[in-house]
């Protein structure tokens, strides 16, 4: 498929930017993204790549680069409260990859950025600016027009096709551009560490990711072999005040409900003080675009991260929308297509995750059910009840438009 001329501006160079930038450029787009750090982002720590990304990503080139830097768990060991050992381990590794087609892996975000900013360099169509300043869009019946505060100071205006705010959950272009609501905050706070490989290897196993349960709180930790490191999360509640407060606190303290919870409590005292702090919001906004402004990644749709399934959903909006962009005779009717073929989705999966923080934050005596019901599930039953998550495959058909597997499947048939 040829460029046809068209350039898009997307602003932010996270997991979404750079994916949707490079699967652009594939199709011969001309891509500006602006960033306002001066490089690609370091910070963060692991994150959970599913099949139904790694699909994308493996399309685009990465697949090799992605195996050198990712690790694939054998299983997810599940930690009632108070348990030393697992209730159950749901099954990953190969059956992963019988199952859904591509394996099923944990990596440093830092790690899959790296890798996509990369792929992006070997493209002379994208144009990458960093320590961005400042950035308008205006949507007209031409395109849009773009004005450009770069890090020299000097101004930069151009028409364009059209303008993809990929700048996170506290988006400018959903909140100043689209005139969209502000993230809210959903009382959640997730502290991350990230620790010597061996660290915790005598409390959990190293080839797994494990995921402790407790009441009004949840860890969840694998293995960066790549980096010699364990990635430590802990999901808590803290007020908004304290969340966003000047002074956060260093460390998490375990409130009161969580004694007895030895191994959570050893796993905490053996992480030590050296944590990073981060309020959870989410993003919930109908109008994902205006004429040819659009959104992807969490600037659409943050997500609680108890899925792990917030880069991945980034991942898919890419997917879907490069080839919109690309074929539809204005970014107006991509865009609308986009968030008709996305939203449906997405939204499913905001719901699973939100959810599932419910059920892992599950008090006594309630909690005892959900471990009954999570037992008899067995170490295979999410490949049943998340099928339809991990199953998903949003590349395009021959002729361009991305399909979800049901409708490819009745097109063959
Ligand atoms: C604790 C935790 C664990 C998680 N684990 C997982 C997991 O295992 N699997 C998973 O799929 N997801 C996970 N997620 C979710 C995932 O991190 C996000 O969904 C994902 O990073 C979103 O990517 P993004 O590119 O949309 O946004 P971001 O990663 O936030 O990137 C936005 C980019 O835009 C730039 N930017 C912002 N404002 C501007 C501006 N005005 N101008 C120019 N540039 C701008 C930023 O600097 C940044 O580079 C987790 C999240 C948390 C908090």
Known sequence: MSGNGRTIYIAGAGIAGLTLALALAKFGATVVVLERHPRVQEVGAGLQISPNARHVLNRLGLDKALTAAA????????????????????????????RFGAPYTVMHRADLAEALHRACKRFANIDMLFGVRAYDVVSHARGVSVTVD????????????????????????????????????????????????????DLLNPRRTSLLWGP????????LPYRQQTNLVLFMKAREQDAFG?????????PRQVFGNVLLDRVRQAAG???AYWPLSTVNTP????????LVGDAAHAMFPFQAQGAVMAIEDAAVLAPLLMTEADAESALRRYQSIRQPRVGRVQELSK??????HLEWPFSLARDLVVKSQGPRGHLERLAWL?????????????????RRRRAAG
């Open 273 to 275: 003080d050296e944590w």
């Open 355 to 360: 959810s599932n923080g419910f059920a892992f």
């Open 246 to 254: 000047d002074a956060p606190p260093k460390a998490p303290r375990l």
């Open 287 to 294: 109008t994902w675009s205006e004429g040819g402004i659009g």
């Open 216 to 223: 009004g709180l949840h860890a969840v930790s694998y293995p």
């Open 71 to 98: 690790f694939e768990p054998d299983g997810i060991d599940i930690y009632p409260h108070g348990a030393r050992r697992p209730l159950v381990t749901l099954e990953l590794g190969a059956i992963m990859r019988e």
């Open 150 to 201: 770069e890090a020299d100071g000097k101004s930069r205006s151009a028409r364009a096709f059209a303008f993809i705010g990929a700048d996170g959950v506290h988006s400018r272009t959903r909140t100043d551009v689209l005139m969209g609501p502000r993230a809210d905050y959903t009382g959640m706070v997730a502290w991350r560490i990230t620790l010597g490989q061996s660290v915790l290897s």
């Open 390 to 406: 991990y199953g998903y495959d949003p590349s395009p058909d021959p002729d361009g438009v991305p399909a979800a597997p049901e």
